[in-house]
Each structure stands twice: as structure tokens, then as C-alpha cells.
């Protein structure tokens, strides 16, 4: 099992431009989440999906960022237009089931840099 | 609201000294809490959980309900548990979501 898939690994654009982070989960799993890692803010969740319905999107800074789930094997995380303040890591994690004590499974991060 | 508090975003300690990274919680009900960890160039991971009530390469976390905490020990720290930990925490949802705290980088000293 290759565990939770996240690409590209790195991406530097410059301002403005269209950016799209893309994660496969485990087989399996019903729950994705998207994370956001930063030196000043921690790990920060954007979004999660369940069984491919997004149930909070409060962590969402703003309407550049959108996500989607068309299925139960893909996500993308979109920001339209980017700017240099997106710069972070982008985690993706997947986890099996609603029990609140299943534990997550992280991919390894998309390190954004927006010039 | 719900918050998950690390008041240290740095700990450096000698090895073999003892170890313990805090962790405070503001949630009333009852919270499943976990600790994850990120060693350098590797993945997040999950290191324990409270309901386990286990230790994990020597770390032990107790919840402490009427303090709000939930604090990684260990005794005898070693070089190679130098990583940054999260603290996080899910309350009443039954969808799996967690609250992380920022995070404290443990730099264990030769």
C-alpha cells in the first residue's frame, strides 16, 4: 500500500497563476482532508469531504481556494489566482470510517511556493 | 472554541534527560486526543492515542481531564526523537475530524 498520494511534490509559480494540488487517498477510506502547514499557524485544516460530500470548508481563507472530490479515489485543491502569502505545505490525509478515533494517514505534502 | 494549545513551539533537551511536551485542550465533553509526529523527511504519523492507553517508543500521554491535558512523557529521551509533535484532538464529530495544535519541534542534544 503506498499509502496517501499527493502531487506534485513541489510547485513554485509565480502570482497569479492557476494552482492545483491533487491527492489520491487510501483505498478504502471514506474521510479526506485537507491540511495546511505553515511556521507561523501550525497545521491548519482547510476542508474535509466524507464519503466525497464536503462537511466544513470553514477553513477555507478565502473563495481563490475551492476543492473537490468527484470521487472516491481523487481530490484537488485549487487556488485562483495564487499569491505569495499561499506559499506553505499542502497535506492531504485520508482515514476509514466516522469513529472519531480512527487515525489519519498523511501524504507527503505538496511545498507550494508562490513568487 | 474548540482550541488545541503547545505552548512551546521549541524544546531542546540532552540525551537521556526526561522529556515532556505540553498539550492543553478547551473542549467540555468528551474528546478523543491523539499525539502525531513528524520525523525529518517523513510523513505525519500517528504516535498514540488516549483511548489506547499504551506506550509508544517509550512515550506515555495521560489525560488529565480536569487539568485539559494531555502531555507526551518520556523518561529518557534519544537523539533519534528529535521531530515535531502535534498534539490534536476530535470532540463530539463522528466524522473524523481533528484539531492540531501548532506544534513543538523536540531537538534532543548528543
Known amino acids: 500500500d503506498a499509502g496517501v498520494i499527493q502531487s506534485p511534490r513541489h510547485e513554485v509559480t509565480e502570482m497569479g497563476q492557476e494552482v492545483t494540488l491533487r491527492c489520491k487517498p487510501i483505498?478504502?477510506?471514506?474521510?479526506l482532508f485537507w491540511y495546511r502547514q505553515t511556521m507561523m499557524r501550525g497545521l491548519e485544516l482547510l476542508i474535509y469531504f466524507n464519503n466525497n460530500v464536503p462537511i466544513d470548508d470553514s477553513g477555507m481563507p478565502e473563495d481563490r481556494f475551492s476543492a473537490k472530490m468527484p470521487n472516491a479515489s481523487f481530490s484537488t485543491l485549487k487556488i485562483q489566482p495564487s499569491e505569495p502569502r499561499d506559499s506553505a505545505v499542502y497535506f492531504c490525509a485520508s482515514s476509514w470510517g466516522t469513529a472519531s478515533n480512527q487515525p489519519q494517514h498523511f501524504g507527503d505534502g505538496t511545498r507550494l511556493s508562490i513568487l | 472554541a474548540q482550541r488545541v494549545t503547545q505552548p512551546e513551539k521549541l524544546l531542546s533537551v540532552f540525551k537521556g534527560a526526561p522529556v515532556e511536551l505540553k498539550c492543553n485542550y478547551s473542549y467540555s465533553g468528551s474528546p478523543e486526543l491523539f499525539w502525531y509526529v513528524q520525523y525529518s523527511r517523513q510523513r505525519l504519523q500517528l504516535l498514540l492515542r488516549?483511548?489506547s492507553r499504551e506506550s509508544i517508543k517509550g512515550f506515555t500521554a495521560d489525560l488529565n481531564k480536569g487539568e485539559t491535558s494531555f502531555h507526551l512523557k518520556k523518561p529518557f529521551a534519544q537523539e533519534e526523537d528529535s521531530a515535531m509533535y502535534y498534539c490534536a484532538y476530535s470532540g463530539s464529530s463522528n466524522t473524523g475530524k481533528l484539531i492540531f495544535g501548532q506544534g513543538t519541534t523536540l531537538q534532543v542534544k548528543p
Open positions: 483505498s478504502g477510506h471514506n474521510s
Open positions: 488516549h483511548i
